[in-house]
């Protein structure tokens, strides 16, 4: 008999929830948009008009029981509100807001005590298999440097708290230096690459970051070292910006597509 295919509801329609929505809509992965949850229900209602298969509005707690998965996609500030929930019923949850896993180890613990999964995607970046993989040994070092157009770094907590004058810069300047639990507390909304590296490797404490502000640029670009006993890992990846948010890079939404493909897909490449 045939199996059903992945049932899937997303919180939060922002630029990567209607990226998501959309793709599914669109068959463009094996599963099904079933439900949709936002704060503002006349803007999820107004969105979801515009996808061929309508699914349903529903509270939270309704999108979790007709959901097999769920996509955060809203905010880290609604993680405490969502992760719980969907822990307690037994349910996946794909996170997409990772930097603000970094404060809940509880979390976990209840994921296992639950029997479900916790799923972060690879997000705007490579390499988080080859670190996984590099971790099953020692791992001495991880750092990341990120390069972001000013435009994308404007409203950050960060800039914005440290009074950095992002329109006076005329050449690439560092802003940000230090370990990426606080790097993902500084930029809450650009900082989910260094949660991902963090949570994959040696964790956010020992995870070093510097954020680069980079007049007059046009991509998000993500320069990753790790060195440990297998060797010498290094990566770049040049991002476009998404169309519809140019804090958010066009391969995080990719990525969280890719990961719901996977869960519907009895073949699995890769660590």
């Known amino acids: 008999m045939k199996e059903k295919p992945l049932r899937v509801g997303i919180v939060g329609i922002g630029a990567i929830g209607r990226t998501l929505a959309k793709a599914l809509d669109r068959g463009k992965v094996a599963a099904v948009l079933v439900a949709l949850h936002d704060k503002d229900r006349a803007k999820a209602e107004a969105f ?21 998965v769920i996509v955060e996609a809203a905010s880290q500030g609604a993680l405490e509100r969502i992760v719980p929930k969907v822990l307690e019923a037994k349910k996946d949850l794909l996170v997409l807001s990772v930097g603000g896993l970094l404060r809940h180890e509880e979390w976990f613990r209840l994921a296992e005590e639950k029997g479900c999964r916790i799923l972060v995607p690879s997000g705007a970046i490579a390499g988080l298999d080859g670190l996984k993989a590099a971790s099953m040994g020692e791992v001495w070092s991880v750092t990341l440097v990120s390069r972001k157009p000013v435009h994308a770094l404007k409203g950050a907590r960060y800039v914005v708290e440290k009074g950095i004058d992002l329109e006076a810069l005329t050449e690439e300047t560092i802003i ?31 995870t070093r970051v ?26 770049s990846v040049e991002n476009i910006p998404s169309e ?22 009895s073949l699995r490449i890769g660590t």
């Open 176 to 206: 940000f230096e230090g370990p990426a639990r606080e790097a993902c507390q500084a930029f809450p909304t650009t900082a989910n690459v260094a949660a991902a590296l963090s949570l994959a490797g040696i964790r956010a404490e020992k």
């Open 210 to 235: 510097k954020v680069v502000a980079v007049p007059g640029g046009s991509r998000n670009l993500h320069e990753i070292t790790v060195e440990g006993e297998f060797g010498r890992l290094q990566i």
């Open 48 to 68: 979801a008009s515009t996808l061929t298969h309508r699914p349903a509005i529903l509270p939270l707690d309704e999108l979790i029981a007709r959901s097999d």
């Open 244 to 265: 519809e948010n140019p804090k958010t890079s066009k391969l995080a939404s990719l990525s969280a597509l890719a990961t719901l493909d996977g869960l519907a897909r």
